[in-house]
């Protein structure tokens, strides 16, 4: 049995309902999964002036809890077509990881939220997944083989580098269950890799 760590941040909750669905992907295949979010970074009057979510339904990760598993997934809003300062400043602390190559060979990947249909969802995938492959991790991706992402007969997120979803500049849409359907997909497809790798 794999162990699967879907690990986010979110400001509003829409990556929050992706990180569910990467979790149920991946206990479809079989997997122990636990979801954990990174610790909020913004000053507490300015999450709150924002509107930022304050009743959490995942608890905090801690960088060393990352040797504990086979695969981790990361989702992110995007800031700017890049991965926001909270998850940077995680990851920012994962050197005593890296140097002991601590993560070499694990499974990742990475889903991501913006507001416009290009808002940088791909330049913001990789802004994660290149810190998975500085960490050591083989990064896996949303194949074409999950069919939602063809077509343009709506409004929906998913790319070859990792699930994705659309807030609108609002923040008034939530994933669409294409979306979803994409997010269960990947964790599925991350967890049956990390259990061909590890079980």
Known sequence: MAKVLVLYYSSYGHIVKMAEAEAEGARAAGAQVDIKRVPETAPPEVAKAAGFISDH?????????????????????????????????????????????????????????????????????FSVITNLMHLGLI????????????GVDEVKGGTPYGASTLAGGDGSRMPSAT???????????????????FG
């Open 139 to 150: 990064p896996v991706g949303l194949p074409y083989s999950f069919q939602g992402q063809m």
């Open 57 to 125: 339904a995942h608890p905090e990760a801690q960088v060393d809890d990352l040797v504990n598993y086979d695969a981790i997934i990361v989702g992110v809003p995007t800031r700017y077509g890049r991965m926001p300062s909270q998850m940077a400043s995680f990851f920012d602390r994962t050197g005593g990881l890296w140097a002991k190559g601590a993560l070499n060979g694990k499974v990742g990947g990475a889903f991501v939220s913006t507001a416009s249909q290009h808002g940088g969802q791909e330049t913001t995938l």
């Open 179 to 197: 979306d979803l359907d994409g997010a269960r997909f990947q964790g599925k497809h991350i967890a049956e890799i990390a259990a061909k790798l």
